[in-house]
């Protein structure tokens, strides 16, 4: 699902990037900070990270983003796991974060406690609201009006949900940014590329549904003439431990 940097950073990446300052300035990061990027895929967040002066380590279980991150961060603790089982002893950082990645793991409950116990406790996650995140939603619209299902992770993309996984003292926030585009064909591009469900979801349709998608997309977004901007609110949620 996860296995080009390219593809995600185009698609998803633009957004992820946006994000990453607003999610670490809401997780409180400062200088100097041992942090754990869970889930840190092309390292949208851990770019955010290093940029702020924290002393970084990224854990990601799919091995093309882990070489990835090798590559641009030649410095940093790169370990290929997911977050249910981190291999580091406890309380080896101040902080433990996972931007948009809940969702995605086998077991999130399982995740957040071991994060939280890597980090002494101090734990901060963020997701897309599906509906208030407009890439998101405008491919998922189109492919529920195409009749076809989708495997979108749905879990985790509401403030109560994170307010549960994160228990009764977190502290939930709604994060809002924006992303540009050159204009119809630079979206279509990206989401083509085929990065995640929604991407693998396009790059599994034949040549007619696709051009359907197309203009149902085009339809969807308002028929853009030129540059445009998508809007994404994520809920985070943090404790303190
Ligand atoms: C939507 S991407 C987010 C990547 C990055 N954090 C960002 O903000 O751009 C989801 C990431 O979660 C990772 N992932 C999937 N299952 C995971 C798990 N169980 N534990 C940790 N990360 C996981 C994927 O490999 C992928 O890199």
């Given at each position: 699902m996860w296995d080009s940097d390219a593809a995600y950073d185009s698609f998803m990446g633009r957004f992820s990037r946006r994000l990453a300052p607003v999610f670490a300035d809401f997780a409180g990061v400062g200088a100097g900070e041992r942090v754990l990027d869970v889930?840190?895929?092309?390292g949208a967040l851990t770019e955010e990270l290093v940029r702020r002066g924290a002393q970084a380590a990224a854990a990601e279980p799919a091995p093309a983003f882990a070489e990835s991150l090798r590559r641009r961060f030649p410095d940093l603790d790169v370990?290929?796991?997911?977050?249910?089982?981190?291999p580091w002893p406890g309380d080896s950082f101040d902080v433990a974060l996972a931007q948009l990645v809940v969702s995605f793991m086998n077991d999130a409950e399982a995740g957040v406690r071991e994060m939280a116990r890597v980090a002494g406790g101090r734990v901060a996650v963020c997701m897309w609201d599906m509906e208030e995140q407009q890439l998101l939603a405008s491919v998922n619209h189109v492919r529920e009006r195409m009749g076809d299902a989708g495997p979108e992770p749905r879990r985790y993309r509401t403030a109560a949900e994170l307010q549960e996984l994160l228990g009764p003292d977190a502290e939930v926030a709604a994060l809002d940014v924006v992303a540009d585009y050159e204009g119809f064909e630079d979206y279509w591009a990206s989401v083509l590329g085929g990065a995640g469900p929604l991407g693998e979801w396009v790059a599994s349709l034949d040549d007619a549904r696709r051009e359907t998608a197309r203009t149902e997309l085009i339809r969807e977004l308002g028929d853009p003439s030129g540059p445009f901007t998508l809007s994404g609110r994520a809920w985070a949620a943090k404790i303190s431990g």
């Open positions: 889930g840190a895929g092309t370990r290929e796991t997911g977050a249910e089982e981190l």
